[in-house]
């Protein structure tokens, strides 16, 4: 046992003599003189294991856990745009000249499921819009507002659907019965929820929105008036893309309000949409000669208890040319038809809304008519020198469709002037535009337009005393 024992003090201290030799620091003594002794008959020799020391541990450094902030993306926008508006309204003694500015600065967070949550905070102002326009705390004025605020969930409940909750844009083919009014000052945003199912083939929307809230701005004033009425906006949307020189859109929209009389203001849209703009951002394929979009609607329901029968179909086509590896044309041609009320008194309603548009690119830079009692038509031609420098020339003639009803300003209110003032004329206004647009930097771009309107028959019955002359120089820096 002991013999056992000794052994393996050896075989252990055979296996530790290397690695406490390696950990010495001081170099061995230098080996004492052995006086020499007698020969003795060598023993046979025995083989022994190869002794394996492991290599000590290299330090490696700790893992890195990633922060929520690691996949937060932070971008925005800077818009100017100075502005000049001669003879507003085809009124000599109207004029307009001003600076406005935009400002947005969007965070957004992914997460592992792909769903996002974006915030996007505006700030919109007129240079020296505000007395004075000097900042401090005596006169601050609130000009900030959160344009998007939503939350983005991929497969909601494990469905194919995707879920947006929150302040959201809402943007619909071209933007004529349903945008986001980006070129605007403020733009639009719409409170509430849609729901998205997306196929190679098809694009699914269902969306559900608060206008307005009963007595939401009188918490602290019973008595107030104001917001009397609920009002909701909703709608559902789906794009076929039938083929990649054929999409057919179809759409419902419906704008319901409750009041004293629950059925006097409910507004039921129905249309088709044909285009070839079939590509992502509602864009025609650049290898098609041929792009067109054309819109087809119709209205029922109530308006102040009369029953709604209107109608509106609208239509754009164009043609594009490669001139060399750079220049481009493109020649087009757009049409609108909107129904207006003949009669007021035979219970019927028949004017055209709306709704919610973007209508500044469709009708004219002028932005004097919206789609409303319209017939118009307008034909245009854009040259792109090379792919960041364009020049487009626009021609475009408006009138009245009904002249029992009233000319509309582009925000789709009736204007001051009284249908009969026209005098029975329909002729609104011709329109002649140009337009330059010039990507000077991947974040940096310039569009300048000037636009001169000139009063139709109708306006010179109505006493209109001038033509309409618009200009604007816009700047937008992006990152």
């Known amino acids: 046992m002991k013999a056992r024992s000794l052994m393996s003090f050896f075989c252990l201290f055979a296996v530790l003599s290397p690695v406490t030799a390696q950990l010495k ?30 290599a000590p541990a290299e330090n490696k450094p700790p893992e890195q856990v990633a922060k929520w902030y690691d996949t937060v993306k932070i971008s925005g926008m800077v818009r100017v745009r100075p502005e000049i508006k001669d003879n507003f309204n085809f009124d000599a003694d109207t004029k307009y000249n001003f600076v406005g500015q ?3 600065l969007t965070a957004e967070k992914e997460f592992a499921d792909k769903s996002r949550a974006v915030i996007t905070l505006q700030d919109v102002r007129i240079w020296g819009g505000q007395s004075p326009s000097i900042t401090d705390t005596g006169t601050e004025r609130q000009a900030t507002d959160i344009r998007e605020a939503y939350l983005q969930l991929k497969n909601f409940l494990w469905s194919p659907f995707e879920l947006k909750v929150g302040r959201q844009k809402l943007e619909y083919g071209e933007q004529m019965f349903v945008g986001s009014l980006d ?19 098809n694009n699914l929307q269902i969306f559900g929105t608060m206008i307005q ?22 709608g559902i949307y789906n794009a076929w893309k039938i083929h990649r020189y054929f999409m057919l859109d179809a759409y419902i929209f419906a704008r319901n309000e409750e009041g004293a009389d629950r059925d006097a203001n409910q507004l039921y849209t129905y249309g ?15 290898d098609m000669l041929l792009d067109y979009s054309i819109d087809v609607a119709y209205q029922g329901g109530r308006n102040q208890g009369q029953e709604v029968e209107a109608y509106g179909a609208v239509g754009f086509i164009g043609l594009n040319f490669a001139v060399s590896k750079d220049v481009r044309m493109r ?8 129904s207006g009320d003949n009669d007021p008194t035979d219970g019927k309603y028949q004017t055209l809304d709306p709704l919610y548009p973007t209508p500044h690119y469709q009708f004219g830079q002028a932005d004097m008519t919206s789609w409303r009692n319209l017939t118009g038509g307008g034909i245009d031609y854009t040259i792109w020198f ?8 626009d021609y475009w003639y408006a009138m009245r469709t009904s002249t029992g009803d009233s000319w509309y ?17 329909r002729e609104l206004y011709q329109e002649a535009d140009i337009l330059f647009n010039y990507k000077a930097r991947d974040f940096l771009a310039f569009q300048a337009g000037y636009a001169y309107a000139k009063r139709g028959k109708a306006m010179t019955a109505a006493n209109k005393t001038g033509d309409y002359q618009f200009a604007y120089l816009m700047s937008t820096l992006t990152f």
């Not at 582009?410 to 029975?424: R, V």
């Open 102 to 104: 935009k400002v947005w």
């Open 213 to 234: 809230a009963w007595r939401s701005n009188d918490l602290n004033n019973a008595t107030s008036t104001a917001n009397t009425k609920n009002m909701y906006f909703s």
């Open 409 to 425: 300003a582009i925000g789709g209110s009736a204007n001051a002037t009284a249908a009969a003032a026209f005098n029975g004329e």
């Open 272 to 286: 088709l949409r044909f285009s070839n703009r079939t590509d992502a951002g509602n864009k025609t394929p650049k």
């Open 331 to 338: 020649i087009g041609g757009q049409g609108a038809y909107a």
């Open 386 to 393: 090379t792919p960041d420098f364009s020049v487009k020339l």
């Open 25 to 54: 620091t001081k170099k061995p003594a230098a080996p004492k003189a052995v006086a020499a002794k007698p020969a003795v008959a060598a023993k046979p020799a025995t083989v022994t294991a190869p002794v394996v020391v492991a």
């Open 183 to 201: 070129w605007a000052n403020v733009g639009r945003s719409f409170d509430g929820a849609k729901l998205t199912w997306e196929t190679e083939k």
